[in-house]
């Protein structure tokens, strides 16, 4: 599938303001900073699409953006932000946690996980709360133009072991990198297939 369009709708910290009607939505989550808005700029082409920084912290709100006037790509804030203070993160944590358990219209939610990383608690204790609450998910390893060839598939093995600890059956998986739009395409067709079911 290619992006033939892609406009920014609405950003919000209520997910009952959220866009009516049944277009299927996909949303992008995991660690401040793990690269989801830069994802979701790879995938449409639009690097000023959503906003990004160096900086961990940046997205705030659920912000929806319509791609070919028919599904949504939905860009979530960042959880496990330290400088955000107790409150701070407790806010964001409200915010993700009403979208991901009342959103009907999302359809698949991508968790996004540095592929440089060992498996960190955090990410693990959040794909066991989407399994808890048979969240549909998908994996998505970020980055991948920072490790070369042979180290990127060993990380990547060692993570999936890991999650087999914890699930019998893994979810799908992509290895992305924004720099280099690796796993584009993978990601599109996806989104594709499911949008025919
Ligand atoms: P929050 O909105 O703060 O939760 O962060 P985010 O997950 O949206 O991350 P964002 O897309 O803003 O990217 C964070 C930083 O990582 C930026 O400096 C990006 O340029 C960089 N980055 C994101 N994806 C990649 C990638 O695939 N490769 C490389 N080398 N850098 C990336
Ligand atoms: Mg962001």
């Not at 996909?26 to 900086?55: C, E, H, P, Q």
């Not at 860009?75 to 946690?97: H, S, T, V």
């Not at 009403?98 to 693990?124: E, G, H």
Request: proline share 4%; charged share 25%.
């Amino acid at each position: 599938m290619e992006i033939s369009n892609a406009e920014f709708v609405i950003s919000n910290t209520d997910v009952e303001k959220c866009p009516a009607g049944t277009f299927p939505e996909y949303a992008f989550i995991g660690r401040s900073n793990v690269g989801k808005s830069s994802l979701i700029n790879m995938l449409t082409g639009r690097k000023g699409l959503a906003m990004t920084s160096s900086t961990p912290g940046k997205t705030m709100l659920i912000n929806h953006f319509l791609i070919n006037k028919n599904w949504y790509l939905v860009d979530l804030p960042g959880y496990g932000y330290a400088k955000r203070g107790q409150k701070g993160q407790e806010q964001i944590q409200r915010i993700i946690e009403s979208y991901i358990l009342r959103r009907k219209q999302m359809t698949n939610l991508f968790v996004l996980i540095d592929s440089r990383l060992d498996p960190q608690a955090i990410d693990l204790d959040f794909i066991e709360w989407l399994g808890e609450n048979g969240i549909p998910f998908s994996i998505v390893f970020t980055k991948a133009d920072k490790l070369k060839g042979g180290r990127l598939n060993t990380h990547i093995n060692l993570y999936l072991k890991k999650l087999h600890e914890q699930w019998e059956e893994l979810p799908p998986y992509f290895v992305t990198s924004s720099e280099n739009r690796m796993g584009r395409k993978e990601l599109l067709d996806y989104i594709e297939k499911i949008n025919k079911e």
